[in-house]
């Protein structure tokens, strides 16, 4: 079998994916990786398979199932997999899939017990950590308030190690509607705050309840306006000399604390 090269015209498409407006245009984005491309695979929107003779090597098993369940699957040449991949070392292994991102009613309409609200979120790692952490600890879902990343951004997939296939991911560009919507469907909106009248070790009783976490912007935090749109401002106790977390490390204490008391026996 002759591996395409970079200049074939299927290979030139897919590289386009990396630019967010080509992404918008054909509903299309790439997932790099064994782990993406697994999960990918398991929800059934994997459109094409790119992989290279060393990818084929090292993930015959999972090539060779996506070939089985009629999923098309070709070589390519080592520069054209250096085209695709995005990360310094690429992995030889791409896959060009439907954008997964549904509309904010699916979600609520399920009834979600823990929701993930990154509030105008702006960087791509940042996003795809917050969603896995998200995964980790079975929340509903993550919604993204206001002008943030595109979760299809190939960091923000790369971040999220799979779990964007995992858990709902919807936009709500209007943040007031976006909180008004999540209100109505009857879920506590929660923000995070360094001056929060509530101390996280003292908010079981809140979080028994559904509740929808707003986490700010990673340079300037939630806009005051918006923390004073919650129903509860929510502080975590540092006890060192650490000024603040980063919005990471402040999204995995406060999901967790939900899980933990959501699934209290």
């Given at each position: 079998?002759?591996?395409?090269?970079e200049?074939?015209?299927?290979?030139?498409?897919?590289?386009?994916l990396q630019?967010?407006a080509?992404r918008?245009?054909?509903?299309?984005?790439?997932?790099?990786?064994?782990?993406?491309?697994?999960?990918?695979?398991?929800?059934?929107r994997?459109?094409?398979?790119?992989?290279?003779?060393?990818?084929?090597?090292?993930?015959?098993?999972?090539?060779?199932?996506?070939?089985?369940?009629?999923?098309r699957?070709?070589?390519?040449?080592?520069?054209?997999?250096?085209?695709?991949?995005?990360?310094?070392?690429?992995?030889?292994?791409?896959?060009?899939?439907?954008?997964?991102?549904?509309?904010?009613g699916?979600?609520?309409?399920?009834?979600?017990?823990?929701?993930?609200?990154?509030?105008?979120?702006?960087e791509?790692?940042?996003a795809g950590?917050?969603?896995r952490?998200?995964d980790?600890?079975?929340?509903?879902?993550?919604?993204?308030?206001?002008?943030?990343?595109?979760?299809?951004?190939?960091?923000?997939?790369?971040?999220?190690?799979g779990s964007l296939?995992?858990?709902?991911?919807?936009?709500?560009?209007d943040?007031a509607?976006?909180l008004d919507?999540?209100?109505?469907?009857?879920?506590?909106?929660l923000?995070?705050?360094?001056?929060?009248?509530v101390?996280?070790?003292?908010?079981d009783?809140?979080?028994?309840?559904?509740?929808?976490?707003?986490?700010?912007?990673?340079?300037?935090?939630?806009d005051?306006?918006?923390?004073?749109?919650?129903?509860h401002?929510?502080?975590i106790?540092?006890?060192?000399?650490?000024?603040?977390?980063?919005?990471?490390?402040?999204?995995?204490?406060c999901?967790?604390?939900?899980?933990?008391v959501?699934?209290?026996?």
């Amino acid at each position: 079998m002759d591996a395409l090269s970079e200049r074939n015209p299927r290979v030139v498409s897919a590289v386009k994916l990396q630019r967010a407006a080509q992404r918008r245009k054909s509903g299309l984005f790439l997932a790099e990786g064994a782990n993406a491309v697994s999960a990918a695979l398991e929800t059934g929107r994997v459109r094409e398979i790119f992989y290279s003779l060393a990818a084929a090597a090292r993930e015959n098993a999972l090539i060779a199932g996506a070939t089985a369940d009629g999923v098309r699957t070709t070589l390519v040449s080592d520069r054209a997999a250096e085209h695709l991949g995005e990360t310094v070392t690429a992995p030889g292994l791409v896959a060009v899939c439907e954008l997964v991102d549904v509309p904010l009613g699916e979600i609520l309409d399920r009834g979600p017990r823990m929701l993930a609200v990154p509030v105008e979120i702006a960087e791509p790692g940042n996003a795809g950590t917050l969603i896995r952490v998200a995964d980790a600890v079975g929340a509903d879902g993550v919604v993204l308030a206001g002008e943030t990343v595109d979760p299809h951004n190939g960091k923000c997939v790369r971040a999220s190690a799979g779990s964007l296939f995992h858990v709902p991911v919807a936009r709500g560009r209007d943040i007031a509607a976006t909180l008004d919507a999540i209100s109505a469907a009857g879920v506590t909106i929660l923000a995070t705050a360094a001056n929060g009248e509530v101390d996280l070790d003292d908010a079981d009783d809140i979080l028994r309840g559904p509740v929808a976490w707003l986490f700010g912007n990673e340079a300037h935090g939630l806009d005051a306006a918006v923390a004073a749109r919650a129903d509860h401002r929510i502080r975590i106790p540092i006890h060192g000399r650490a000024e603040s977390l980063n919005l990471a490390a402040a999204a995995a204490i406060c999901l967790y604390a939900s899980a933990r008391v959501q699934h209290a026996r």
